[in-house]
């Protein structure tokens, strides 16, 4: 781990009109690592990241992002990170060169002709660069966005679900070239609801309802939410799976129960009672038992479930 | 330091307005087609001082005096003799149905009364409906009847000519001296067209980067909030000159408005009004949540200007706290400035004063602007 922090905050809360997006969250990104930021919808994901780049401003909590103070030096942090917004925001009737062309002159950017052809040539958009980024399909606008934030070669990169919409050939492009971004020294905090995205950081955090519920490496969340998981198939004709499931869900100990083809994930924290209600249906010969590691989304589903919803009360009906 | 205001970021502003202007056909055709829609219906169909208004005669009387003072408003150009009545029934008729603007009512006996010397009294109905467009009609036949009969009072009849007044009340009409409602109304009518275009382009112009979502990249940038609004704005200074240009060239080829004083003070001093509608533009743009909210508040804000500013209905006709008004609106002071410079000669001293309103509301307004440009989504 680089001992340098990219992003290091603490406490940060935000409310709008009394609704509290994100409750004293703290997050710490060694420089050059790629934080995958996943949760919910509504989790406070988008809020923290506006926080992070200076363009809402935290009730309470203070923190640094690339050693300036987030609440004191937005300006000087919005030279240095590139932010790429969850909704296309670059000018659609505007071709890609013009939107590249604007923005590099914003940052004011030297040998500002070399740099976009550069930056066109990154992400193979040469060949587009006269077409109004209006008409682009969804991967290739998400490539011009990715090329107009790391344009002024920013140090941290901001991704709101970058790949929100886009076909898997266009994301895996895209991880590849987020991943040959870090090799270049940058920080990546992408948010993401896709589990092989989420594998494929080198840390996430999990957020729900604003709090933060987990932070670590893949495996290190795993191992910390302590899941002993099961899985049933099918072992006899008569074997029900429906009705497995009708029964399991609701039983003590078990959090969770999930349905894959005919086999059925099932699973909880406290060891001890899961295998106690269990019991019963690991007698039956129909169904095939084996234990197995528990995945991510496992853990998600876990972390969702015992996580309050601070949401609920305020919800319309 | 780089926060401080930088030309460079505010050409990368202009650049881009000025790219996004030219794809935006639509726009562009409404900057050229305003102006020339708006004089087409304000310089040739509004006239408040019309002619050949519609009359209808009736002739009770049938001798020489009474022919004679109907023959002399004819050949004035206000009244157009539309058709002889028989009747006051029927005369009532076309006056309610509008098909007449004057009934002359010459009473039965009317010339052998003059020539007795009675003074009997001749009748002119007017549908005053719309005041504005008798009045001056009216006033001309006050001046017609008195003379209409002067060449007939001779002989032993022209003792029966009127004695003069005690006092000679001449009317001279100076700048326009034939009271032509054009001269006034099409270098008016730049000032209409500059305050209803700037002002309703700029409110669009960040409500729409707000509803397309562009906001926040331009927010995340490090863009002041002076270099946005002067980047939006410039891009349009040019428009306005376009505009500027196609009507005072309208003005001089199509309605042969004269121009006495100088060109370049008019261009000089409509830089000041047109920076000033743009900024009133961006305040409501910075006001309004979305693209149809600006519109609206820009229609709240051109009425008054219309209506308040001395374009539509004389300034001084109105009374003191809707003057008050129109000394806010910058169309006021700049409608001041074009009729004095086109039609007075107005030189830099004489329009220095409102010049300098027109800065004041400039200054006033930007600040609230910028003020109002949020750097955050808070």
Redesign the interface.
Same mark, same amino acid.
């Given at each position: 781990m680089s001992p340098a922090a990219a992003i290091e905050v603490e406490g940060l809360s935000k409310s709008f009109a009394g609704r509290v997006a994100v409750d004293s969250l703290s997050l710490a990104v060694p420089a050059g690592r790629i934080l995958g930021f996943l949760g919910p919808n509504g989790s406070g994901k988008t809020t923290t990241i %506006?926080m992070l780049?200076?363009?809402?401003?935290p009730d309470r909590g203070r923190g640094t992002c690339l050693g300036l103070d987030i609440l004191t030096q =937005?300006? =000087?942090i !919005? %030279?240095q990170?590139g932010?790429m917004?969850q !909704?296309?925001? #670059? #000018? +659609? @009737?505007?071709s890609i060169v +013009?939107n590249l @062309?604007?923005?590099a %002159?914003?940052?004011?950017l030297p040998e500002r002709k070399r740099k976009v052809a550069a930056a066109l040539e990154r992400l193979g958009l040469t060949d587009r660069r006269r077409q109004?980024a209006g008409q682009l399909s969804g991967g290739w606008k998400q490539r011009l966005a990715l090329a =107009?934030c790391i344009l002024h070669e920013p140090r941290l990169l901001l991704l709101d679900e970058p790949t929100a919409g886009v076909d898997p050939k266009a994301r895996r492009e895209f991880w590849e070239e987020i991943h040959r971004l870090a090799a270049d020294g940058l920080t990546v905090l992408v948010s993401t609801h896709y589990m092989d995205e989420a594998e494929r950081c080198h840390a996430i955090a999990y957020i729900a309802y604003g709090k933060l519920l987990a932070q670590g490496s893949v495996s290190e969340v795993v191992a910390e939410a302590g899941l002993s998981t099961f899985t049933a198939t099918p072992a006899a004709p008569e074997a029900d799976m429906a009705a497995l499931a009708r029964r399991l869900s609701g039983l003590p100990g078990i959090e969770l129960v999930a349905p894959f083809g005919s086999a059925l994930h099932v699973g909880g924290a406290d060891r001890d009672r899961l295998l106690a209600s269990l019991a019963p249906f690991r007698g039956d010969a129909a169904f095939a038992w084996r234990e197995d590691a528990p995945t991510l989304e496992d853990v998600f589903i876990h972390l969702m479930g015992r996580s309050r919803d601070n949401f609920a009360g305020a919800a319309p009906p | 330091m780089? &926060?401080r205001f930088?030309l460079?970021?505010l050409?990368? /502003?202009v650049?881009?307005e000025f790219?996004?202007m030219r794809? &935006?056909r639509m726009t562009f055709a409404m900057m050229v087609g305003i102006p020339l829609i708006q004089l087409g219906l304000f310089g040739f169909a509004i006239n408040s001082d019309p002619r050949a208004l519609p009359t209808a005669v009736l002739d009770a009387d049938r001798g020489p005096f009474g022919r004679a003072v109907v023959a002399a408003m004819q050949a004035s150009s206000y009244v157009r003799v539309t058709g002889l009545v028989d009747s006051e029934a029927e005369a009532d008729q076309l006056l309610a149905e509008g098909k007449v603007q004057f009934v002359v009512n010459i009473p039965p006996g009317f010339s052998h009364r003059v020539a007795r010397g009675e003074r009997p009294p001749l009748l002119v109905e007017a549908d005053a409906t719309d005041p504005a467009a008798t009045s001056g009609a009216i006033g001309t036949l006050n001046v017609l009847a008195a003379s209409a009969l002067d060449r007939d009072l001779t002989g032993p009849l022209a003792r029966l000519k009127p004695s003069p007044p005690p006092f000679e009340l001449r009317i001279h009409r100076r700048y326009n001296q034939e009271a032509n409602t054009q001269y006034n109304v099409v270098p008016g009518l730049m000032g209409v067209v500059l305050t209803m275009t700037m002002v309703i382009m700029t409110a669009l112009a960040v409500t729409r980067e707000r509803e397309?979502?562009? /906001?926040?990249?331009l927010?995340? /940038?490090?863009?002041r909030p002076l270099e946005v609004m002067l980047g939006k704005i410039a891009p349009y200074v040019v428009v306005g000159y376009i505009q500027v240009a196609v009507i005072l060239l309208a003005a001089k080829l199509v309605f042969r408005v004269p121009v006495v004083g100088s060109l370049g003070l008019l261009t000089v001093a409509s830089v000041v009004f047109i920076a000033a509608n743009l900024a009133v533009g961006f305040t409501f743009s910075t006001v309004a949540r979305n693209q149809l909210q600006a519109m609206q508040m820009s229609f709240f804000y051109f009425l008054p200007s219309i209506l308040l500013s001395g374009f539509m209905f004389p300034y001084r006709g109105m009374p003191a706290w809707a003057q008050a008004v129109g000394e806010i609106l910058p169309l006021t002071h700049f409608l001041r400035v074009v009729r004095g410079i086109m039609l007075k000669g107005n030189g830099p001293g004489e329009i220095a004063g409102e010049v300098g309103a027109l800065f004041l509301i400039l200054l006033i307004v930007s600040v609230v602007a910028v003020r109002r440009y949020r750097?955050?989504? &808070?």
């Open positions: %506006r780049c200076g363009l809402l401003t =937005a300006h =000087a !919005k %030279r990170v932010y917004t !909704k296309f925001s #670059y #000018y +659609e @009737d505007l +013009e @062309d604007f923005v %002159r914003v940052y004011g109004l =107009a | 780089s &926060d930088s460079g970021r050409w990368a /502003m650049t881009k790219v996004q794809r &935006d397309r979502g562009t /906001m926040e990249t927010l995340v /940038m490090p863009l750097r955050t989504l &808070d």
